[in-house]
């Protein structure tokens, strides 16, 4: 799953915002203040959540996409691999040309 999936939809909004209710709360107190939560608890936290998750996970870096001028790479870890290796190879060509 990606990044992108977590998005909260116009439909979770209507369906777990407060619009979703009748104007009038006739509920208890309880009741009507978990109405209010509800968006947050049903979409907004398990969207972020996930987010969180994902990004803080060891391939978190492959779920952000990027687009680097010179680099072919489509997200972060890609764009970091790919400078990795350049690096790498600037260190062997720098250890090659000293050791004439």
């Not at 290796?85 to 250890?95: E, G, I, T």
Request: aromatic fraction near 0%; glycine fraction near 10%.
């Amino acid at each position: 799953m990606s990044i992108q999936d977590k998005k909260i939809s116009e439909s979770q909004i209507i369906t777990s915002g407060v619009s979703a209710v009748s104007d009038r709360l006739t509920g208890t107190a309880a009741e009507n203040k978990a109405l209010f939560d509800r968006l947050i608890k049903e979409a907004v936290a398990p969207s972020i959540n996930g987010i969180v998750d994902e990004l803080s996970g060891v391939t978190g870096a492959q779920n952000i996409g990027t687009a680097v001028s010179g680099l072919s790479g489509t997200n972060v870890g890609a764009v970091l691999a790919q400078l990795k290796a350049l690096c790498d190879k600037s260190v062997v060509s720098v250890q090659l040309s000293g050791s004439n």
